[in-house]
């Protein structure tokens, strides 16, 4: 990491005069036409019975003209009551102006708006690169939070407290986003997801990637672990700590040091994080699309059951319910080498599934992988069903054996076919 110390940093001790009526007026004006666009654009939703991802699509193209005009509104309010300086947001203090170079002071800690931790989409996934880093706008929380505490002149003003808040606002944010997004995951996956994107080998790469380790201002021993040059005052692991601490730091020094940065935060997080999970967001969307699909269709299958209604249950079922009846089994085996998940290091169970029956003796239908068995054998089924045409020939056999039973209860002359499938 470089040693270089940052640049004293004067704050703008000017004022600037109170928000004038015609400002408030224009800030009002421009509120009103972005409420009234929306309203029309939704119209045409009313008769939907609930939301959907049309509807969110529409609140989020509009909330980017809304909130930054209310925000403007509020900051309006502020400056007539005399509740904080008029002065622009990156040139705005914290606490005590005359300690505000020294100190970490907040009056309150900014808590995240619903409306800023909905859920992913693919639409969040960034085509490219990596979304814009925030500034830090007060100089104060910058030094504090890319200073080693060894090279602090107050132990305050080191990274180390900041750290601790931003892993704090972390933890809320991932969690936010995978429970929204992911309704039907059970909390133990759910807690792997979140553990992937708030690990610190997750975070020190964000460190790397964005340049924030070359800002830093910390002794040498912590050289990038990169480097084997650097001294060995501290080992690997605490240099791979210290930079993934770095970006919670950075985080907490954004959120604390201007609270409307909040929002711009958690959208950030939001862009960066889904990278991570790109796969399980699409998957998720493509579920969610084909259960909303078959509702709209209201198709009914052969077996007089709704689509849709079936597609909420596990695929172990739903594999079942297509090809077993009595007679036939299926069974989910263990297969492969044992193998390590490549982003959490934890065992990978991979499981697959067999047929015994309709003339076939141990025949591998699917195979899936999974930290768990469970979720392994959900997904050597659902393989299994993504093969429609042989799953299509022992449902077809499935069926001609159904028609021969209910022949034989009904016709006594039948009792040899059915014999015959038995």
Request: aromatic residues 6%.
């Amino acid at each position: 990491m470089s040693k270089r110390l940052f640049a004293n940093v004067e704050s703008n001790d000017s004022s600037q005069n109170a928000t004038s009526i015609s400002e408030i007026l224009k800030h009002a004006e421009d509120l009103l036409k972005s409420a009234k666009a929306l309203n029309e654009e939704l119209q045409q939703f009313r008769d939907v019975p609930s939301t959907n991802d049309a509807i969110a699509s529409v609140l989020k193209c509009h909330n980017k003209k809304i909130l930054p005009v209310a925000q403007l509104l509020e900051q309006d309010e502020k400056n007539a009551l005399g509740q904080d300086s008029p002065r622009p947001s990156k040139a705005r203090k914290l606490g005590d102006e005359k300690d505000s170079k020294t100190s970490l002071e907040v009056e309150k800690i900014p808590m995240p708006n619903p409306v800023s931790l909905t859920r992913w989409t693919p639409d969040d996934i960034p085509s490219s690169g990596l979304p814009p880093l925030p500034a830090i706008v007060n100089p104060a929380f910058e030094r504090a939070a890319l200073t080693h505490q060894g090279m602090a002149t107050d132990q305050n003003m080191s990274y180390e407290r900041l750290e601790w808040v931003g892993d704090a606002y972390l933890y809320l944010m991932s969690t936010a986003f995978i429970f929204q997004t992911f309704p039907n995951l059970s909390v133990g996956r759910c807690a792997q997801l979140r553990e992937r994107l708030v690990r610190n080998e997750t975070l020190l790469n964000y460190t790397i990637k964005y340049g924030i380790d070359k800002r830093a201002v910390f002794p040498a021993e912590f050289g990038a672990p990169q480097k084997p040059e650097a001294r060995q005052g501290a080992s690997e692991a605490a240099r791979k700590k210290a930079l993934g601490d770095l970006f919670e730091s950075y985080v907490a020094a954004i959120i604390l040091a201007d609270s409307d940065n909040l929002s711009r935060v958690s959208s950030w997080m939001k862009s960066l994080w889904s990278t991570e999970l790109a796969h399980e967001i699409q998957a998720e969307f493509r579920s969610k699309l084909s259960s909303r699909q078959g509702d709209l269709n209201g198709k009914v299958d052969k077996d007089g059951d709704n689509r849709s209604a079936k597609q909420d249950l596990p695929p172990k079922v739903l594999l079942n319910t297509a090809i077993v009846v009595s007679g036939v089994k299926l069974s989910y085996n263990d297969v492969g080498e044992p193998k390590k998940d490549k982003h959490l290091g934890l065992p990978l169970h991979t499981v697959g599934v067999f047929l015994n029956g309709w003339g076939e003796s141990n025949l591998q239908l699917g195979i899936g992988s999974a930290l768990s068995k469970k979720e392994a054998g959900n997904n050597a089924a659902r393989a299994a069903l993504d093969n429609k045409k042989l799953i299509e020939r022992f449902r077809q056999k499935k069926q001609e054996y159904l028609i021969a039973r209910e022949k034989s209860l009904a016709e006594p002359g039948a009792q040899q076919e059915y014999d015959n499938w038995s």
